[in-house]
Every structure is written in C-alpha cells, then in structure tokens.
C-alpha cells in the first residue's frame, strides 16, 4: 500500500512511502508526490533493466 501524507500544511512536502503491514516494514519511495509521479515507468521498462542486470 502506498501512503502519501495528505496534510501537507502541517508536515510541509508530502512524502510517498510504503507500508508492507504483513513484513511490518516500511520502504520510502519518494520524498514528494511530484518525484514520485515523474519516477513511474512501464512494468515492461523495469522488466528490461533488470534482464540486462542494472536493477537501477
């Protein structure tokens, strides 16, 4: 489930974050919901870098 910390009055720049409830762990995915949005890619994208063996 990814959370974005929706009162961004109070905290200043929305964060995007992870929250794995079954592992109980939590994983930053971006420091804003812009950042986040620009760094989205196709499934088949991902899929192509890591086949080539640079996972990032």
Do not use: Y
């Amino acid at each position: 489930m990814a959370v974005v910390d929706s009162d961004a009055r109070l905290h200043g720049e929305p964060s995007v974050a992870w929250f794995d409830t079954d592992d109980n762990s939590e994983l930053a995915l971006a420091p804003d919901f812009h950042s986040f949005i620009e760094s989205l890619t196709s499934a088949r994208e991902f899929d192509s870098e890591w086949s080539e063996g640079s996972p990032g």
